[in-house]
C-alpha cells in the first residue's frame, strides 16, 4: 500500500469529492479516480459509498480512517524534519496571516526579503482559514492569538494599535452617542473582536449598516462614506481617505503572534525570513 494512495484517501474522505480531493492535492481529477480505484482493489474493499451528495465513507472506511491519519502524521513529520535540516537559502517559503496583516504589514518585509533572497519563492496565504502548521501548508504564521499545539515554537511579535475611523470629508461624531451615523463592524461567527465591541459600546446611538470579515473592505467602505470603523492603525494610515478620530479613549490593541513548527526550526530560508520580520519591526516600531 502507497502513501500516496492513503493521502487522496484521506482529501475524499475530508473533502466529500473527487474535484474538492483533487484541488487540495494539486492533482487531476482523473488521477484521484484512478488512485482510489488502484487503492479499493489492492485492500479489496469498497471505502467509499457513491451518491449524488458525493462520496461518503464506507463502514470500511471509516474503520480505517484514524489509521491512514496516523500514516499521514508520521508522514509529515519525516518531511518536517528533513525540511528543517536544509541548509541551502532558496526553495518555497509558505506565510499565512490575515488578509489586512498580508496587505499593509508585511510588504516592505517581502521586499527586503526578496531582494536578499532572491532563489527563494514566496507564498502569502491570507483569509480567515487558519493554515496548518504541522501539515506544512504554512511553514510560518502570523496571528492575532496565541497558537495552541504544544509543537508549535512561538512569540509575541509586537502589539498594534487600532483607530476609529471616518471618510475625510465626513462631520466629527460625538463619542459616546453616534446619532446620527452608521458603523462598520465585523462578522464575529469565527471569534471575539475587543475592538468591535468597544466600538458599538462607544458610539451606542450609530447604526450598525455593514459587517464584514476583510479590515481591506472595511476600511474602502468607510472612506466611501458608509460608516464609522474601527481598523489597525496600521491599516488605516495607509489607506487614503480615511481621517483617524481624536478621541478621549483609543480601542484596545491586539497582540500579534509569530509560530512555526518546531520540527522546521533548523530551516535556513524560514530562519532568514524570522531575522528579517524581526528587524523590520525593531527599526520601524511607528509604522506597525
Not at 274 to 288: K, N, S
Request: charged fraction near 20%; glycine fraction near 8%.
Amino acid at each position: 500500500m502507497e502513501w500516496s494512495d492513503v493521502r487522496i484517501f484521506l482529501a475524499i474522505a475530508r473533502t466529500g469529492t473527487l474535484g474538492a480531493a483533487a484541488r487540495a492535492l494539486h492533482l487531476s481529477h482523473p488521477t484521484v479516480g484512478r488512485r482510489l480505484r488502484a487503492l479499493e482493489q489492492a485492500t479489496g474493499h469498497t471505502l467509499f459509498q457513491r451518491t449524488a451528495e458525493g462520496f461518503i465513507p464506507t463502514e470500511e472506511g471509516n474503520a480505517v480512517i484514524a489509521l491512514a491519519e496516523q500514516m499521514e502524521d508520521g508522514a509529515l513529520a519525516i518531511e518536517r524534519r528533513l525540511a528543517g535540516r536544509e541548509r541551502a537559502l532558496q526553495g518555497t517559503l509558505r506565510i499565512s496571516s490575515a488578509d489586512w496583516f498580508g496587505a499593509y504589514v508585511l510588504p516592505p518585509i517581502i521586499d527586503d526579503y526578496a531582494k536578499a533572497y532572491p532563489q527563494v519563492d514566496l507564498e502569502i496565504l491570507t483569509g480567515t482559514r487558519l493554515f496548518s502548521l504541522a501539515q506544512r501548508e504554512a511553514d510560518i504564521a502570523f496571528r492575532i492569538v496565541p497558537f495552541d499545539n504544544p509543537d508549535v515554537i512561538q512569540r509575541r511579535l509586537v502589539r498594534l494599535p487600532y483607530g476609529v475611523y471616518v471618510a475625510a470629508g465626513s462631520p466629527e461624531p460625538v463619542f459616546g452617542d453616534g446619532a446620527g451615523f452608521r458603523l462598520i463592524t465585523h462578522d464575529t461567527s469565527t471569534g471575539q473582536f475587543p475592538d468591535i465591541a468597544w466600538l458599538t459600546e462607544s458610539f451606542p446611538n450609530a447604526k450598525p449598516v455593514l459587517r464584514s470579515n476583510n479590515r481591506n473592505v472595511q476600511g474602502r467602505m468607510c472612506r466611501l462614506g458608509i460608516g464609522i470603523a474601527v481598523l489597525p492603525q496600521v491599516v488605516g494610515s495607509q489607506m487614503v481617505g480615511l481621517r483617524k478620530l481624536d478621541l478621549p479613549a483609543e480601542p484596545p490593541s491586539r497582540d500579534i503572534w509569530m509560530g512555526y513548527h518546531r520540527d522546521i526550526r533548523g530551516l535556513q530560508r524560514l530562519r532568514a525570513f524570522i531575522a528579517m520580520v524581526t528587524d523590520h519591526v525593531t527599526r520601524t516600531p511607528l509604522q506597525l
